[in-house]
T-cell receptor
Framework: GNSVTQMEGPVTLSEEAFLTINCTYT??????LFWYVQYPGEGLQLLLK?????DKGSNKGFEATYRKETTSFHLEKGSVQVSDSAVYFC?????????????FGDGTTLTVKP | EAGVTQSPTHLIKTRGQQATLRCSPI?????VYWYQQALGLGLQFLLW???????NRGNFPPRFSGRQFPNYSSELNVNALELEDSALYLC?????????FGPGTRLTVL
């Protein structure tokens, strides 16, 4: 079956540090890949997505590249801010007859200190 | 464009009672998904509805059930509530492969 493995947290960084949150996946076929962000007490917000190999998704300074050869979709940001403190989820959506049941990673908690 | 909405925001029940949670998808979206997020844990897939039919179900007991109405809104019902049902219940809607989430309903079982 499909699975998503995220870098374990929590991750604590100082403001303006470089961020990487690793995400690898297992899926049949060619899934779409996503990063979602969840701020305290809120639902998940779509941060970025990529639908095919070598696509780069980007939003709000975050980016991730769909790497089919390494089955990875690592999230990066060059300079984090305190406001980026949140839980980040990597997810995939498989294009199959079972499509619709997205698979989520366990989430990585990021805390950015001033 | 209005996003996914959920009601109520908070719900407090006692053990053995029933809870009903509601979700309105983004206009034009035909699929609705329900997830349970217990404190400190990830998302656990509950149910997927599309065009009024239940398409897939996660590993939850039958006391978790729901339905989708002709206007594509959805209800999640939890019968015989247990303490461990306390969680944030998230609804998402989609038209294709991208799910858009609502703010969630925080269910507390006392």
């Amino acid at each position: 079956g499909n699975s998503v493995t995220q870098m374990e947290g929590p991750v604590t960084l100082s403001e303006e540090a470089f961020l990487t949150i690793n995400c690898t996946y297992t899926a049949t076929g060619y899934p779409s890949l996503f990063w979602y962000v969840q701020y305290p007490g809120e639902g998940l917000q779509l941060l970025l997505k990529a639908t095919k190999a070598d696509d780069k998704g980007s939003n709000k300074g975050f980016e991730a590249t769909y790497r089919k050869e390494t089955t990875s979709f690592h999230l990066e940001k060059g300079s984090v801010q305190v406001s980026d403190s949140a839980v980040y989820f990597c997810a995939l959506s498989a294009r199959s007859t079972n499509a619709g049941k997205s698979t989520f990673g366990d989430g990585t908690t990021l805390t950015v200190k001033p | 464009e209005a996003g996914v909405t959920q009601s109520p925001t908070h719900l407090i029940k006692t053990r053995g009672q029933q809870a009903t949670l509601r979700c309105s998808p983004i206009s034009g979206h035909t699929s609705v998904y329900w997830y349970q997020q217990a404190l400190g844990l990830g998302l656990q897939f509950l149910l997927w509805y599309d065009e009024g039919e239940e398409r897939n179900r996660g590993n939850f007991p039958p006391r978790f059930s729901g339905r989708q109405f002709p206007n594509y809104s959805s209800e999640l019902n939890v019968n015989a509530l247990e303490l461990e049902d306390s969680a944030l219940y998230l609804c998402a809607s989609s038209l294709s492969d991208t799910q858009y989430f609502g703010p969630g309903t925080r269910l507390t079982v006392l």
